[in-house]
């Protein structure tokens, strides 16, 4: 078997000096390939370091919604240039979040860079790690209003399977995580089973969102197995069959060979 975590963060203080045995770890478990994703410019120079020295991990570049503190033309310049390192394969994570915060300036700001930081994936011709959290529909209007040709993932979806449906007219592909693994966690499951297989990526969010059994610890990107496993139930296909799929569509999304 060979899995894939579309998205993780071993660039977190809890996981970076540890990177190294999680990712052989990862690797032991069948996760052969790791995209590490920043949040701010710190976070994604060490994304790409680690990418640099480790084969089969590459890096995401970006500023979160929730990490805008001093951005300006300056820092979205620094970004381009170290989006010239070739294990850099996208632009992320970027995105809307109003679930803290959802005064109008917050609104404005968060719009701005989100846009912002589309033009730079569309200038170099990369696709996008999109979060969005209790802004779907907001996501879903810049996404329209601004085209990025490599089209993207929204991670860790967390809408209905209806824009799930519409997002899917505009070209992207969409990440599920643990949540899916849970109980009671009807409406992920529901999206998950609504999306087509030549559209889905297992990511872990790691250290976030540990799947079942391990809620409420510590998460891992060799727990991808679970969450492929998780998707295999819903969509009635092997976890093998899934997990083809996913290293399908990591390919043609990304442009990376396998």
Known sequence: MFYIDSHCHLNESRLYQEADRIIDSAFEAGVKTLLVVGWDFE???????????????????????????GINED??????ELASNK?????????????WQSDEQ??????EWFRRQLMLARDLDLPVSIHARE??????DILKEIEVPRKGV??????????LAEFCKLGYYFGFDGPITYKNAKEPKRSCLAC???????????????????????NYPSYIPLIVEEMAKIH??????VAIAIKDNFQKLFHVKL
């Open 87 to 99: 294990k850099v394969i996208a632009i992320g994570e970027i995105g809307l979040d109003y679930y």
């Open 135 to 140: 802004a779907t529909q907001d996501v879903y």
């Open 196 to 218: 087509p297989l030549d559209r889905i990526l297992s990511e872990t969010d790691s250290p976030y969102l540990p799947p079942t059994p391990h809620r409420g610890e510590t």
């Open 43 to 69: 976070s994604s120079v060490r994304a790409v370091e680690l990418a640099s020295r480790r084969d089969g991990v590459y890096a995401a570049i970006g500023f979160h919604p929730e990490n805008l503190d």
């Open 106 to 111: 917050t609104k404005i700001k968060q719009k």
């Open 75 to 80: 820092a979205i310049s620094r970004m381009a």
């Open 236 to 241: 009635s296909k092997s976890s093998e069959n």
């Open 154 to 163: 929204l991670h860790c979806y967390s809408g209905s399977a209806e824009m």
